[in-house]
C-alpha cells in the first residue's frame, strides 16, 4: 500500500482565493473612484479670476437688492417700525414673520410703506417668550432676520448669511 503524499497547498488555484482578491481590489477601487470624485466638487478647481468674478457678482446683487443690509424693527405707541435707509425701488409692504420652534406662536403681519421709506404695521400680540423675526419682501426674494427677546420694544435685523 502505498503512503499518501503530502502535497503543499497551493492557495492559487483555488477559485475561492480569487474570488476573495476580486471583491477585495474592487473595494478598494471603489473607495478611489469615491474619494477622488468627491475631492473634485465643482467649485474646488475654480481659477482665482473666475471665483473673484463670481464674488462681485453676489456683492452687486445684493446691492440691487429691494432691502437695506440692515434695519431697526421697534414697538411705539402701539406701533410696529421698521427703519432703515430704503431704496426707492423698496416695496410697498413688506411681511414680518414672529416665530419660534412652535407653530402655534406664529405671528405674521403686514408692514406698509411710509414716504420717508420707514415701514409701520400694527403691534401684534405676542407670546412672553423669545422670537425669530424674519422680513420678506412680497415676492420672497430678500429678507432681513433677528430674534426679538421677550417683551422686547426694539431689535436690530440684518441680511441672512447667504
Known sequence: MSMPVDRPFRWYREPVAWLGI?????AIGGCISLIRTA???VDADLPDPVDRRAR???????FSSTLPAQARLERQDGELHLQGSSESSAPATVQVLFWTTRAEHDVSVPMHRRPDGSYVGTVPTLPDMPMHVRVDTPSRDDALVGEWPALADATDLREPAR
Open 22 to 26: 476580486a471583491v477585495l481590489i474592487g
Open 39 to 41: 475631492s473634485q466638487h
Open 56 to 62: 462681485m457678482q453676489v456683492s452687486a446683487q445684493r
